[in-house]
């Protein structure tokens, strides 16, 4: 299992839109948005879990920047 840090997400970004743009680069296996605790408004990062390390490697070259 592979987790990869996702960071600098829109505020507005949910987990099913961080789930399908990953989806298309292999299984995912869970995501968690990290959400302030007292607003619980995004704070702009999420934790992407795939069980392929290939997947998630190919995630990585195309989604970064």
């Known amino acids: 299992m592979t987790q990869i ?3 600098n997400l829109a505020f507005t970004a949910s ?6 743009a990953f989806e298309s680069y292999g299984r995912v296996s869970s ?7 007292s607003t619980n408004r995004s ?3 999420a ?3 795939m069980p392929r ?3 998630a490697e190919e995630a990585i070259k195309h989604l970064s920047g």
């Open 31 to 37: 995501v968690r948005m990290m959400a302030d605790a």
């Open 5 to 7: 840090f996702v960071g």
């Open 53 to 55: 390390l290939d997947d």
């Open 43 to 45: 704070r702009g990062f």
């Open 15 to 20: 987990e099913a839109d961080v789930r399908y």
């Open 47 to 49: 934790f992407v879990s």
